[in-house]
């Protein structure tokens, strides 16, 4: 691979970003730099208004295979300075991975090959997936005596805790239709079509409200880590809020109209 080459690619076309993975040959794991240009990318985009749907993607056939083990295992050369760049790299990733549900644009992850690791962790991240069907997902740190611990988090969020807890132990490969089953994606499509649906559903989302889109997701992870009656009386507040705006005046009025 050209070492000049970018670690990571955007493409904005119709109001939709496409940010490309770009580690083919490392089989796009996540590096400490590619991790900082992701956070840095991500941050651009939750200040551009005029993209409303973030479409993440990878070059090659594998869609990430986590952290870089090798600059990982170069840490340990280093007695006095491991632990902190340990920390760091961990903080990072954690840093990347949160930013995805607090951008104000909702992210589709395109997934084709492998997602293993912090890469599963990157697709349970995203608010949307769509799989090729022979994609496959999992997290194998417990064969190499490292707890896939960071990834935990975000695949808890989207499993049930016993199908969660299954891919953590026992580190099995989870192929599409599984992970489609078990909610890490949304639609399992046909080998090399995942970019294409991926952009086709953001497509979809960009013809909305940018508005109504950008409060109902800041809404949606606001909520769903509150009780039950402080989830609903927050709901109400956003619902009151939305009422009040003039794309839900537009929208309404011409619902009624052909209604009518």
Same mark, same amino acid.
Not at 78 to 96: H, I, K, M, T, Y
Not at 124 to 135: H, K, M, Q, T, Y
Not at 142 to 166: D, E, H, W, Y
Not at 220 to 246: C, D, I, K, S, W
């Given at each position: 691979?050209?070492?000049?080459?970018?670690?990571?690619?955007?493409?904005?076309?119709?109001?939709?970003?496409?940010?490309?993975?770009?580690?083919?040959?490392?089989?796009?794991?996540?590096?400490?730099?590619?991790?900082?240009?992701?956070?840095? @990318?991500?941050?651009?985009?939750? @200040?551009?208004?005029?993209?409303?749907?973030?479409?993440?993607?990878?070059?090659?056939?594998?869609?990430?295979?986590?952290?870089?083990?090798?600059?990982?295992?170069? +840490?340990?050369?280093?007695?006095?300075?491991?632990?902190?760049?340990?920390?760091?790299?961990?903080?990072? %990733? *954690?840093?990347?991975?949160? /930013?995805?549900?607090?951008?104000?644009?909702?992210?589709?992850? $395109?997934?084709?090959?492998?997602?293993? &690791? $912090?890469?599963?962790?990157?697709?349970?991240?995203?608010?949307?997936?769509?799989?090729? @069907?022979?994609?496959?997902?999992?997290?194998?740190?417990?064969?190499?005596?490292?707890? %896939?611990?960071?990834?935990?988090?975000?695949? *808890?969020?989207?499993? *049930?805790?016993?199908?969660?807890? $299954?891919?953590?132990?026992?580190?099995?490969?989870?192929?599409? /239709? @599984?992970?489609?089953?078990?909610?890490?994606?949304?639609?399992?499509?046909?080998?090399?079509?995942?970019?294409?649906?991926?952009?086709?559903?953001?497509?979809?989302?960009?013809?909305?409200?940018? +508005?109504?889109?950008?409060?109902?997701?800041?809404?949606? +992870?606001?909520?769903?880590?509150?009780?039950?009656?402080? /989830? +609903?009386?927050?709901?109400?507040?956003?619902?009151?809020?939305?009422?009040? &705006?003039?794309?839900?005046?537009?929208?309404?009025?011409?619902?009624?109209?052909?209604?009518?």
């Amino acid at each position: 691979m050209d070492e000049t080459a970018p670690l990571l690619t955007r493409r904005d076309h119709d109001s939709i970003a496409t940010l490309t993975l770009n580690r083919p040959r490392a089989r796009n794991a996540l590096s400490a730099a590619l991790l900082t240009v992701l956070r840095e @990318e991500f941050a651009r985009l939750a @200040e551009d208004t005029t993209i409303r749907v973030v479409v993440l993607a990878a070059e090659g056939p594998a869609f990430c295979a986590g952290h870089d083990l090798k600059e990982m295992t170069s +840490y340990r050369t280093e007695p006095d300075r491991g632990a902190a760049r340990f920390a760091a790299l961990f903080d990072l %990733c *954690s840093q990347v991975m949160m /930013a995805i549900p607090a951008l104000p644009q909702p992210v589709i992850a $395109a997934v084709e090959g492998v997602a293993t &690791a $912090a890469g599963c962790q990157l697709v349970a991240s995203c608010d949307l997936a769509v799989a090729g @069907e022979e994609a496959r997902f999992a997290t194998p740190g417990v064969q190499i005596g490292l707890f %896939c611990s960071t990834p935990m988090v975000a695949l *808890s969020r989207n499993l *049930s805790r016993k199908a969660a807890m $299954a891919m953590l132990l026992t580190a099995e490969m989870v192929e599409a /239709a @599984e992970a489609k089953d078990l909610g890490l994606v949304n639609r399992v499509v046909p080998a090399g079509t995942a970019l294409a649906e991926a952009q086709a559903l953001a497509a979809g989302i960009a013809a909305r409200s940018s +508005y109504t889109v950008r409060v109902g997701k800041r809404a949606f +992870y606001e909520q769903v880590e509150m009780p039950l009656a402080e /989830a +609903y009386a927050h709901a109400g507040r956003v619902m009151t809020e939305n009422m009040l &705006a003039r794309a839900a005046e537009e929208g309404i009025a011409a619902f009624l109209n052909r209604k009518g």
